[in-house]
């Protein structure tokens, strides 16, 4: 069946408080040489028929309403498989 | 500069009440055909000099400490760029 994969992360314009936290974190335990993290959400969705264009428009729909935050959030979505 | 890429999702086995109610969210927005929705997250990682083997290993081991829980998340690193 095939699976369709939506990254959501912030705008590279918006500030990153969990990111900046986790690099903080890095820090403390010793890693270095990191510049910079981003932290987004993944979603991976599995469909039920074929990724028809139909179906991968209705899910660019739901990546654009439900799953990000336009104003704040950029979307990657791409189909696996 | 190079780009670490982590992804940490739920391991199959576990339930994922994030991605249901997602999932129900779709039916309820007319958005049919979707078999099963896993949420995750996704980790940006820019780093300042070369993705050598020390620095790769250094992030497998902060993905494993830090970015996830072994117990019930598993995870996924890739350099990208």
Not at 23 to 36: E, K, N
């Amino acid at each position: 069946m095939p699976r369709v994969v939506v990254d959501v992360m912030l705008k590279p314009e918006i500030l990153d408080p969990q990111g900046r936290a986790v690099m903080g974190a890095f820090t403390r335990l010793g890693v270095h040489g990191v510049a910079d993290v981003r932290q987004g959400k993944r979603f991976e969705i599995t469909l039920d028929g074929d990724a028809t264009d139909e179906a991968i428009a209705d899910l660019h729909r739901m990546a654009e309403e439900l799953l990000s935050n336009p104003v704040i959030e950029s979307y990657d979505l791409r189909v696996e498989e």
